[in-house]
């Protein structure tokens, strides 16, 4: 009895991994298309600065002609600074999460195999199990063999009663 309840728990526990490999999946998906996005903005990004071709910034900033243009060409660097920023931090928490979600997908598939291993062994246990009762069985002499057939129509009939017992009224 006890091996067939932890097949059971196996079982149970290899549908919920099962849910949970179905959800990891979308959620590895979602970070795949987050990562594609941020390497798709920082390629234009980077495009960009080529096409725009290279400059020196002390250069720039001196040849302004008055403080208000000085001011007014900082804030403009300032801005084309922290845009490239922006794109390039993008581009490193989405292939940070990219990694994460491939690494718990990973993990979840880890755990699928062993617990299949593990319900195999179980179901091979009962196997064994029920291949030497059935050998016992087949011994038994014809009395034993109507008190063992007793003993588990009372059995079975207990288990009943409890369950029963155990379900509040109204409830199927």
Same mark, same amino acid.
């Given at each position: 009895?006890?091996?067939? *309840?932890?097949?059971?728990?196996?079982?149970?526990?290899?549908?919920?991994?099962?849910?949970?490999?179905?959800?990891?999946?979308?959620?590895?998906?979602?970070?795949?298309?987050?990562?594609?996005?941020?390497?798709?903005?920082?390629?234009?990004?980077?495009? #960009?600065?080529?096409?725009? #071709?290279?400059?020196?910034?002390?250069?720039?900033?001196?040849?302004?002609? %008055?403080? %208000?243009?000085?001011?007014?060409?900082?804030?403009?660097? %300032?801005?084309?600074?922290? *845009?490239?920023?922006?794109?390039?931090?993008?581009?490193?928490?989405?292939?940070?999460?990219?990694?994460?979600?491939?690494?718990?997908?990973?993990?979840?598939?880890?755990?699928?195999?062993?617990?299949?291993?593990?319900?195999?062994?179980?179901?091979?246990?009962?196997?064994?199990?029920?291949?030497?009762?059935?050998?016992?069985?087949?011994?038994?002499?014809? *009395?034993?063999?109507?008190?063992?057939?007793?003993?588990?129509?009372?059995?079975?009939?207990?288990?009943?009663?409890?369950?029963?017992?155990?379900?509040?009224? #109204? %409830?199927?």
């Amino acid at each position: 009895v006890s091996l067939d *309840e932890d097949r059971r728990a196996l079982e149970e526990r290899l549908a919920v991994t099962a849910q949970r490999l179905i959800e990891q999946e979308l959620a590895v998906d979602e970070a795949d298309a987050h990562l594609a996005d941020a390497r798709i903005r920082f390629r234009e990004r980077i495009i #960009g600065v080529y096409k725009r #071709g290279s400059y020196d910034v002390l250069e720039l900033l001196l040849s302004s002609d %008055t403080l %208000t243009e000085l001011a007014s060409r900082m804030a403009l660097l %300032t801005r084309i600074v922290e *845009e490239d920023s922006r794109v390039v931090a993008d581009l490193n928490v989405a292939a940070a999460d990219a990694r994460y979600q491939q690494t718990v997908m990973a993990d979840l598939q880890a755990q699928d195999r062993a617990l299949e291993r593990a319900l195999e062994e179980r179901i091979a246990s009962l196997n064994t199990l029920l291949a030497e009762q059935d050998a016992l069985v087949a011994q038994l002499t014809v *009395e034993a063999r109507e008190a063992l057939l007793q003993a588990r129509k009372l059995n079975a009939s207990t288990r009943q009663q409890w369950r029963d017992a155990s379900i509040p009224l #109204g %409830t199927e």
